[in-house]
């Protein structure tokens, strides 16, 4: 396996709270890598700093054997480095179908003022019905973007960024804001996406974690205090430790000894 990302030391500082403390990270090309850690842990600030949101204070990012470190999001985006929510919008009014296919020229680097052109074009559309198929909205290309249920809004928001081919995707909770049902629809569509797309994923919900991770990295005040398998992660006894100390990660604190319970 080679790694396609890779961080060294990675520094982030608001006044004199370290939200990203030296922290080592390795993602293999292909594996889906969760990012777990209770409340304040610095998950989503340590995404912010792989999609280039936030400049890092010290430390590299070197993607795909690029060193990544200062360069804005537009450009690592460009480069395969795609974080879902932040890079397109979907927009409300227009159909799932147009939304797709305006994800995929933006790729091609057309501006949005072709929109116009875009509508007769076949082959963009084709690949369209074939991305909305791959995100499970195969029933809903002609429905209005704004009149999707808020899961399935996040799978045409993972149809858009899947649009730009990207060889490593940064999902930051995918399932918040989710009932039962639409979280398992999202496992089963990044479990069908795992096969050909790189992930790095930040979630609450533990037993998605569990379900969809190859490996996990556990972060506490900043620093990335373990990573290994599932298996490893949840037998760890630092990580076990972070979250008895929780006390506002209830659920969570139950899954990872729940996950612990039935290792
Ligand atoms: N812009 C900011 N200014 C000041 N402090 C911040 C800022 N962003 C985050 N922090 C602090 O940095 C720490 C890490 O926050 P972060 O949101 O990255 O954690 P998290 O692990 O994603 O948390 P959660 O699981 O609750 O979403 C927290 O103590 C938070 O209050």
Redesign the pocket.
Known sequence: MTAILQVHGLV?Q??G?M??DHANLSVEQGELHA?I????????????QLSGA?PPDAGRIVFAGQEITAMPMHQRARAGLARSYQITSIFQRLSVLDNLALALQSKNGSSMRFFRSARSDAPRYEQARALADQVGLSSKIQSQAGALSHGEQRQLEIGMVLALRPRLMLLD?PMAGMGAEESQRMVQLLLTLKSHTTMVL?E?DMDAVFQLADRISA?VF?KVIATGTPDTIRKHPDVQQAYLGDS?GGNETQNVHQQGATA
């Open positions: 982030k608001f006044g709270l939200a990203t990012l850690g209770p409340n304040g842990a610095g998950k989503t600030t340590l995404i912010h936030l909770e930040v609450h972060l900043g506002d």
